[in-house]
């Protein structure tokens, strides 16, 4: 059974920076690509960023490009997310997930339903204020 450690996230400033982490057991964490999700109140879940399995290659949404980090340690079975320079438009709950699409060629951050029960984290609340 997957088990997932979530840390971080909380309350940030505008222009601050907080720092998100997911770390999986029970998975054999090295063999998936892995994402960060988001969601809004009222919003519909939408995918943050992603990295494929090597670490090398990743994805993020146009609205975090040069915001938002994302990396993982195959080692440790941890993935994290660094979000710097906070808009309040990034305030939601964030989700890690396995067993995910990602596509750098295509821009692709896509997440499979059928999975969400099994290999997602229950979620971090993210609130930034001004």
């Known amino acids: 059974q997957v088990q997932v450690m979530e840390s971080g996230g909380g309350l940030g400033q505008v222009g601050g920076s907080l720092a998100l982490s997911c770390t999986y057991s029970g998975l054999n964490f090295d063999h998936f690509d892995m994402g960060w999700f988001r969601q809004a109140p009222g919003e519909e879940r939408e995918g943050v960023s992603c990295i494929k399995v090597g670490g090398l290659s990743t994805v993020y949404r146009d609205s975090v490009k040069g915001r938002f980090t994302i990396s993982r340690d195959n080692t440790k079975n941890t993935i994290s997310l660094q979000m710097n320079n906070l808009k309040p438009e990034d305030t939601a709950i964030y989700y890690c997930?396995?067993?995910?699409?990602?596509?750098?060629?295509?821009?692709?951050?896509?997440?499979?339903?059928?999975?969400?029960?099994?290999?997602w984290g229950q979620g971090i609340q993210v609130t930034v204020s001004s």
């Open positions: 997930g396995a067993a995910i699409e990602c596509d750098p060629e295509r821009g692709w951050i896509r997440y499979y339903a059928d999975y969400v029960d099994h290999y």
